[in-house]
């Protein structure tokens, strides 16, 4: 197939699964996809490695500090007083879009260059309300499709609804966190086979599975709760792959698997909020009279000043930087490596500098012990909840593993693997180069010129780069690969 010619993409995610968990036993439709195609068996996430960091980063083409969602929680201080925003709130990210005259997102989105040449992106997901709308934030203003699962607040337009509805059955009420979320995976794909490809075909089509992310968070990465739903996962996605084979191969269909971050096990709990208050801080989770420092709930830091001054986070950073919980921390850049407080790194080398981002972003310590499921890494974590349950959003090699598998008639050697670095803001880039459709320059990710089937097979010049940063005892490492134009990352850890 060469670019330009006719022909579909469907994007099937499942949230939060680490490749290494794809086996035969456990995922036999996508070991039956990994034989259709090629696996990209050295593809990673961005950091943050969360999911409304993530899958901005597939719609975008590009990292966090291109399109602004730096976090799944974060400080807005274009306005006054600083407002805490979390972007799991469907309701709220519209608020704010149209509050900014657009601007949520700081650069261009799949569904507004699709729809910007005449074509059409439509989602269907089970994720939080916000992280569906991240799939298509303006899917209303152009009339494409988004529904959601369970939340009807993310669904556009009424009537593909209560066609889905009456055709399919009614939006279920999301489960319980510790209940596994079958029936949302069943819906979204029966709308998918019996309402949206049949009626509407669009150009490209997001079905996200919102599993095994909450099974792992609650039950744990390995557990059974949560092998059961990505069993079930892979047995929903097997009905898509069996229409592909009957029909949508045949009708220009490429298939994309992928997922937005992997998990590893918290094994030691720690508190931001307690170690910034006897270091003499004043902390609170979100900006508030009284609070000289807003540490953001979440797996990886965001900490912001009141009074971000270069004293102010060379203090902080001291602080958290004396603490066993502490990982790789990043301030705005210095220099072309160093962040402007001794000790850390430059937020720009791990492509989240952006004027939302936190005045110091870290993640918790991580290390490659094994967990009692038999799976590699574990962290200090900071929640409610028990030892042992799956986290994500840091810098551990397994965090930034990511699911990538394409297959179709653009695509070259079924059943191969390519371990050329690859990542989830390619994807964009190369389907816009499928389709023929300029890619604008604010993509940093790259098309994927090595497992298209029309494409030279030279390979891409590949570059290693580590980055080190000290103070006292404390020493972190992070290390990065190019890949032509694209830089990757690959990972970081601390020492002493």
Known sequence: MTPGSHCKFLIVSFDGLRPDLVSPELTPNLCRLQSFGVTLSNHRTIYPSETRSAFPSLVTGTSTGGHGMVGNKYV??????PRYVDTSNAVLL???????????MSVPTLGEILASAGQSLAVLATNTPGTT??????AEDFGHVRLSGHFPEACTPDNVLVEAEALVGPLLPAPPEVEPDTAGQEWITSVLLKVIWPKYRPDVTILSYGEPDITSHFHGTGAEATRGIIAHCDLQFGRVLDWWEAEGRTEGVQIIAISDHGHITGHTRASVIDSLREAGFRPGIAPAPGVDVAAVPGQVGALYLAEPTDEQITRLVATITSQP??????????NETQGIAPGSLGSHLVFANHPRAPDISFSFRADDSVDPFGLTG?????NDRPEGLGVHGGLHPK???AIGIVAGSAFSEPGSACGIPSGICDFAPTILHLLGIAQPNTMTGRVLHEVLEHAPKATPDIQNETFEARL?????????VQVGTATYVEGAVVNG
């Open 76 to 81: 807005d201080r274009s306005v006054a007083p």
């Open 399 to 401: 965090e930034l593993a």
């Open 325 to 334: 919980w502490c990982g790789p921390v990043f301030t705005r850049p210095k």
């Open 133 to 138: 709308r991240f799939f298509h934030h303006k």
């Open 472 to 480: 006292g005892s404390f020493q972190q490492v992070l290390r990065r």
């Open 94 to 104: 519209r608020k704010l879009d149209l509050e900014s005259g657009g601007r949520l």
């Open 378 to 382: 574990g962290t200090f974590y900071d």
